[in-house]
């Protein structure tokens, strides 16, 4: 499995970006897809989840402010982030699990930076 991921940039404080991810390759029984970010130093930490159901999973630091969708058809998920801060500005990896199969796949980081 192959993920692309596509979006990252620069904005301002209280801005909004999007970040896309595309999975090609063997993309049989994914079940998870999901965004992920990782600070320098820091531990690589779950920001939005989505099954393939549709059953979503948020960290606490994004609820109410980033939105996490998923197309079956086309393979991709999205993550709508609104009102970003400052603090949301690290690398972020797309996240696909095939559960069934134990394998857990990532895409190359893209980076968010957000301007005070």
């Known amino acids: 499995v192959q993920l692309q991921a596509s979006g990252g940039g620069l904005v301002e404080a209280g801005g909004s970006l999007t970040l896309s991810c595309a999975a090609s390759?063997?993309?049989?029984?994914?079940?998870?897809m999901g965004w992920y970010r990782q600070a320098p130093g820091k531990q690589r930490e779950l920001v939005a989840a989505i099954s393939r159901s549709g059953t979503t999973t948020y960290a606490d630091s994004v609820k109410d402010r980033f939105t996490i969708s998923r197309d079956n058809i086309k393979n991709t998920v999205c993550l709508q982030m609104d009102s970003l801060k400052s603090e949301d500005t690290t690398f972020y990896y797309c996240?696909?699990?095939?559960?069934?199969?134990?394998?857990?796949?990532w895409g190359k980081g893209t980076l968010v930076t957000v301007s005070s």
């Open positions: 390759g063997n993309i049989f029984q994914i079940n998870v």
């Open positions: 996240n696909a699990k095939r559960m069934s199969f134990g394998m857990d796949y």
